[in-house]
């Protein structure tokens, strides 16, 4: 049976902000906000990314990102160079203390989720069921492109856009 969008909410809400809590936690410790740990995150890739990627990747609206990015700069975590490929914009990378620091805090997060790890690896494959179904709510919810076999009958991209232009 299907829950009510109120109760799918809450749930969410919930699962959300008790994951946050725990990922806090561990990165008190360390002095490290979410936000940075997210952006931090990102970096580890190496490739470089600019400040619309870092703020959509970190839930930060752009002038936060620029202060928490200012702040990482300041400790020598990342450092910004002009994009080659279109120098109107900057991109973010991690310095070597920053990937050392993102490594780090990657293992202690990690370590802090392992009691975890059976609940979500479980053979049953709940884990990956369950990350494809928040993906897919997630892209239905921002209107992105789903398509009907995406939405099974569900929000379409129209009540969407209604929905984020209420929220407006």
Do not use: Y
Request: aromatic residues 4%.
């Amino acid at each position: 049976m299907a829950r009510r969008p109120q109760e799918l909410l809450h749930l969410l809400s919930r699962a959300e902000r008790l994951a946050v809590r725990r990922v806090r936690s561990v990165l008190d410790e360390f002095d490290c906000s979410v936000e940075a740990w997210r952006v931090l995150d990102l970096l580890s890739d190496g490739q470089g990314h600019n400040m619309t990627a870092l703020a959509e990747h970190a839930f930060l609206p752009a002038p936060s990102l620029t202060k928490l990015i200012d702040q990482l700069v300041d400790q020598n975590l990342v450092f910004r160079r002009v994009d080659p490929t279109d120098r109107r914009r900057v991109l973010a990378h991690l310095t070597p203390r920053g990937l050392e620091r993102w490594q780090l805090l990657a293992r202690e997060v990690h370590a802090d989720w392992a009691e975890l790890e059976p609940l979500l690896t479980e053979g049953d494959g709940a884990g990956e069921r369950l990350e494809l179904l928040l993906d897919r709510l997630a892209r239905t919810l921002e209107g992105g492109a789903a398509t009907d076999q995406d939405q099974g009958g569900g929000v379409t991209a129209g009540r969407a856009e209604r929905a984020a232009g209420r929220g407006r």
